[in-house]
Nanobody, 129 residues
Framework: QTQLVESGGGLVQVGGSLRLSCAASERTFSDIAMGWFRQAPGKEREFVAAISWSGDKTRYADSVKGRFTISRDNAKNTVYLHMNSLKPEDTAVYYC??????????????????????WGQGTQVTVSP
């Protein structure tokens, strides 16, 4: 069974940085887009960032532009989310996700979250004031 496993979450102070990782197993993800989503308590899951299969195109939510960077290493079947200048409103469970038929960052960002094929279990990010 295909698995996505996130890591790197934790507690950080306002203005701090974290790097999340998402490693895939049982299937290579180098031919499809990968993305990060997050869900804060009491809120719906929302798009954060996506990267195309080749890594040359990215897309970000307006709330994280200029602070977060998504990247991937297809040789390691891993996608990363570098988060800088963290704010309390970034506190959420962060998930990586993908869909078997989507190869572009734009399309992944526009896909309804409940229709994506692959999800990780999530990693908690807490930003303290």
């Amino acid at each position: 069974q295909t698995q996505l496993v996130e890591s790197g979450g934790g507690l950080v102070q306002v203005g701090g940085s974290l790097r999340l990782s998402c490693a895939a197993s049982e299937r290579t993800f180098s031919d499809i887009a990968m993305g990060w989503f997050r869900q804060a308590p009491g809120k719906e899951r929302e798009f954060v960032a996506a990267i195309s299969w080749s890594g040359d195109k990215t897309r970000y939510a307006d709330s994280v532009k200029g602070r977060f960077t998504i990247s991937r290493d297809n040789a390691k079947n891993t996608v990363y989310l570098h988060m800088n200048s963290l704010k309390p409103e970034d506190t959420a469970v962060y998930y990586c996700a993908a869909d078997a038929w989507i190869t572009t960052a734009q399309a992944l960002g526009e896909m309804p979250v409940n229709e994506l094929d692959y999800w990780g279990q999530g990693t908690q990010v807490t930003v303290s004031p």
